[in-house]
T-cell receptor, first 111, second 113 residues
């Protein structure tokens, strides 16, 4: 039972490049989330998916797109990376009304 | 939307002392309040949570209290140990199925041996 798995763990991008962060959960959770964490700012919600087939914007969605591919997988795409998107990205999942579990994080640097 | 404020941003205590971290929230509809601990380079992990139908919950050395009228909740750690050193985040939401957690900005707790 792996829980929430996200890849890659580390990535360096050049400004303007695109990339997709992958996330999968094996806990049969219906809700999935993408957060970013910057020093001193806690965790800020980028997008979330309350159930398969639905996605909603969070607090900081600009510059990102998401896809809820199926119940297990929720990907985050940066179409044209900017230095301001340098951050640690956490994918998470939950079953309605219960604990949210986080993946191990993806460290992204945009130069 | 929900806004969660957390204080203090840093807290240093001596081993064996108690530590208290406080959070306030803005959305009166919020009914679920978890606390997460994050060690350096690791993922946030749930340590305790409370729902709005209870005022206090305890789990060994940690406890959380909730005052819905004042819209604030607190984390209490007693008999602190060096391994309690980490960043602690409070969060709030009206329903984790439909709305995601809104997090506070975190408290860095340092327990001095």
């Amino acid at each position: 039972n792996a829980g929430v798995t996200q890849t890659p763990k580390f990535q360096v991008l050049k400004t303007g490049q695109s990339m997709t962060l992958q996330c999968a959960q094996d806990m049969n959770h219906n809700s999935m989330y993408w957060y970013r964490q910057d020093p001193g700012m806690g965790l800020r919600l980028i997008y979330y998916s309350a159930s398969e087939g639905t996605t909603d914007k969070g607090e900081v969605p600009n510059g990102y797109n998401v896809s809820r591919l199926n119940k297990r997988e929720f990907s985050l795409r940066l179409e044209s990376a900017a230095p301001s998107q340098t951050s640690v990205y956490f994918c998470a999942s939950s079953y309605s009304g219960n604990t949210i579990y986080f993946g191990e994080g993806s460290w992204l640097t945009v130069v | 939307g929900e806004n969660v404020e957390q204080h203090p941003s840093t807290l240093s205590v001596q081993e064996g002392d108690s530590a208290v971290i406080k959070c306030t929230y803005s959305d009166s509809a919020s009914n679920y309040f978890p606390w997460y601990k994050q060690e350096l380079g690791k993922r946030p992990q749930l340590i305790i949570d409370i729902r709005s139908n209870v005022g206090e919950k305890k789990d060994q050395r940690i406890a959380v209290t909730l005052n819905k009228t004042a819209k604030h909740f607190s984390l209490h750690i007693t008999e602190t140990q060096p391994e309690d050193s980490a960043v602690y985040f409070c969060a709030a939401t009206a329903d984790t199925g439909r709305r995601a957690l809104t997090f506070g900005s975190g408290t860095r707790l340092q327990v001095q041996p």
